[in-house]
Structure formats: structure tokens, C-alpha cells
């Protein structure tokens, strides 16, 4: 399968996500009431980074660029920042939202699951191992997505062409992370937990990945869409859980195995 078309399979687990849902209406309008109080709470504080954090710091960083460019510096700058600031909003957004709606995404994912033919069982976690699992999981998630941020800024730092290509490499990075997180799940119910076996999945299909997780994070990066489509994007990506892990459908492992 060529790239372009891997892509398009990608991007084709939403539109799949969204026809499962229509089946369960309920269980979707549950799932967004997590985003609702998420979004608020991410909003909020973009918009005091855009009117507090954003001027200061733009006139800080341009303070060696001759005067007659400067302004201009500060306004792509300032657009590079924010492009980068809703990136890591965007990842950290889907790692609450998950924790937050823990309860209404499981029941979400396990409804995907049995729609595809039943759902897999893994082997016993308690809930306490479980939780911290998830969040220090999610830390590392959230954490390296800052790390490849600030590199991407770099990037946008470069003479003429920097702003475009820092500001594409944010969102095909926060398109992996967000893969990452919408398929935890479904990895973690087959009992296959490790991040490193996530990222590995990932990796091994970088066009479907991108394919799904880039509109996923174009959807997520507006607020009103964000609280709407995340449970699709929740569907999408059990959906997509299972060709990344290379199944036609959930394999079941018995608890204990």
C-alpha cells in the first residue's frame, strides 16, 4: 500500500469511530462531558500564555534582530509560539481527558471492541497499579512531546523557511502522541502495556498512524470540535488499535496467562 494511501486508511478510522458511536448516542454524549471541563481549563490558559507570556517573550527573543525587521520578527515568532503552545496543549488536552472520562472511554473502547468481534481480556492489574501505570505513562507521553516541541521551535528559529517547517514538524509530532494515547487502551486491555510496544506499533506504521492522528489533532486544536469528536477520536483509535497491532480483531488473553 502506497503512503498516500495509508494515510487516507488512517484518516478513514475517524469517519469508522463516528458510524460505531451513532450505534451507542448515549454512551457518546457521556463522553463529552470530560472534554467540556477539560477544554475550559486548556483554553483558559492559552489565552493568559497569548496575552501575558507571548509579548514579553517574543521581545526578548527578537531583542538582536536589526529594528527595521524586528516587528516582523515578533509577529512570526508569536506565531510559531502559539502554533507550538496549542501542540503540547493539544497532547496534554487528550492525556487529561482520558484520565479525567477514565470510566466513559473504557466502556466507549470495550463497546468498539465487541462490535469487532468481542472484547479482549488481559491479564489481572489492580486498580492502583493501573492508575499510576496510566499516569506516569502519560507524564512520559506529555513530557517527550515538550522535548520534541522545544526542538521543533528550534526549527522555526531557521531564516525564511523556519516558521513553516516548526510549525508542520509540531503537528505531525503531536499527530504520533495523540496515536499514542488513543491507543493505549486497547493495548493495555490485550495486555501489552509497555510504552516502548505503543511507540513500537506506531513506528512500524507511520503513514496510518499520521493519517489518523494529524485530523485528530486538527479536530482537537478547535474547542468546540475538541468536546464534540472526542469520543469519535476515542472509537477511531480502538479501531485503529487493532491493524497497528497487526489483528483483524481483539485477541482475547485469558487473565493469568
Do not use: C, H
Not at 4 to 11: V, W
Not at 116 to 138: I, K, N, W
Not at 188 to 207: H, P, Y
Request: zero cysteines; proline letters at 5%; aromatic letters at 8%.
Amino acid at each position: 500500500m502506497s503512503f498516500a494511501s495509508e494515510l487516507g486508511s488512517g484518516a478513514a478510522y475517524l469517519l469508522r469511530g463516528l458510524t460505531v458511536l451513532l450505534r451507542v448516542p448515549r454512551l457518546a454524549l457521556l463522553g463529552m462531558v470530560p472534554p467540556l471541563v477539560v477544554s475550559v481549563v486548556m483554553t483558559t490558559m492559552l489565552a493568559l500564555f497569548g496575552f501575558l507570556a507571548l509579548g514579553p517573550l517574543t521581545e526578548f527573543a527578537t531583542g538582536w534582530v536589526p529594528e527595521s525587521i524586528r516587528m516582523l520578527a515578533r509577529v512570526l515568532l508569536g506565531i510559531l509560539a502559539m502554533v507550538l503552545a496549542i501542540v503540547i496543549a493539544v497532547v496534554l488536552f487528550a492525556s487529561i481527558t482520558l484520565a479525567v472520562g477514565a470510566p466513559i472511554y473504557e466502556k466507549i473502547s470495550e463497546s468498539v471492541q465487541q462490535a469487532f468481534g468481542g472484547a479482549a481480556l488481559a491479564p489481572q492489574e489492580t486498580l492502583f497499579a493501573s492508575v499510576v501505570r496510566g499516569l506516569r505513562q502519560s507524564a512520559v507521553v506529555v513530557g517527550l512531546s515538550l522535548l520534541f516541541g522545544v526542538a521543533a521551535f528550534a526549527l522555526g528559529l531557521i531564516p525564511v523557511i523556519g516558521g513553516v517547517v516548526g510549525s508542520l514538524a509540531g503537528a505531525v509530532i503531536a499527530a504520533f502522541f495523540i496515536v499514542v494515547e488513543m491507543i493505549s487502551g486497547p493495548f493495555d486491555r490485550w495486555g501489552m502495556r509497555r510504552l516502548s510496544e505503543k511507540f513500537g506499533a506506531v513506528n512500524r506504521n507511520r503513514a496510518l498512524a499520521l493519517g489518523f492522528g494529524l485530523p485528530a489533532f486538527l479536530l482537537l486544536s478547535v474547542p468546540l470540535l475538541a468536546v464534540l469528536l472526542f469520543p469519535v477520536i476515542t472509537a477511531g483509535g480502538t479501531l485503529l488499535a487493532g491493524e497497528l497491532r497487526g489483528e483483524d480483531g481483539p485477541v482475547v488473553v485469558q487473565p493469568g496467562r
